[in-house]
T-cell receptor, first 115, second 110 residues
């Protein structure tokens, strides 16, 4: 079983619709992240959470919101989807652990198309 | 976090060593060098990281120059499954954000 799961894996929606992407992890990690990737580009950080009561904006948070429902769950919402939010979205987790050993573990991704 | 520079693409023959360079000339003394890879739209996968000493694990070796301004990721015996985009990232330990650039697209051919 995968340690970091994302649902849905693929989604097509229309401009103006509200959608939610969900991420769950069984690794017991405190820290969770949402990234987006556009074709031919690297990943960009949208939001991150260091524990259930902590939410932080990343590089490109405009148009997005998040909810950390539990240690294991971190959801990303697009309140009113627009075409330039068409992208591949990744959730990731990391453990506090030894600071220099921090490694992020990524989910399989959600491919979102906004028409 | 310091900026990194990588070649956009590289080729390697199967079974040969793949040497992927990364320049990080503005790296600070407390910044680590991390390598991740992404195989065709899958989630990125951690490979290795280091501060100033060379490191080796079951996947790869990391060679960091003495002045720490550049590093090389070495895949000793590349296979077709190593075809991926490889990202070099520098970051401060304990500050958890990863800033991904555009990476190096490695193509391993038979």
């Amino acid at each position: 079983d995968a340690d970091v799961t994302q649902t849905p894996r693929n989604r097509i929606t229309k401009t103006g619709k509200r959608i939610m992407l969900e991420c769950s992890q069984t690794k017991g990690h405190d820290r969770m992240y949402w990234y987006r990737q556009d074709p031919g580009l690297g990943l960009r950080l949208i939001y991150y959470s260091f524990d259930v009561k902590d939410i932080n904006k990343g590089e490109i948070s405009d148009g997005y919101s998040v909810s950390r429902q539990a240690q294991a769950k971190f959801s990303l919402s697009l309140e009113s989807a627009i075409p330039n939010q068409t992208a591949l979205y990744f959730c990731a987790t990391s453990d506090t652990g030894t600071l220099s050993q921090e490694t992020q573990y990524f989910g399989p991704g959600t491919r979102l198309l906004v028409l | 976090d310091a900026k990194t520079t990588q070649p956009p693409s590289m080729d390697c023959a199967e079974g040969r060593a793949a040497n992927l360079p990364c320049n990080h000339s503005t790296i600070s003394g407390n910044e680590y060098v991390y390598w991740y890879r992404q195989i065709h739209s899958q989630g990125p996968q951690y490979i290795i990281h280091g501060l100033k000493n060379n490191e080796t694990n079951e996947m790869a070796s990391l060679i960091i120059t003495e002045d720490r301004k550049s590093s090389t990721l070495i895949l000793p015996h590349a296979t077709l499954r190593d075809t991926a985009v490889y990202y070099c990232i520098v970051r401060v330990a304990g500050f958890q954000k990863l800033v991904f650039g555009t990476g190096t697209r490695l193509l391993v051919s038979p």
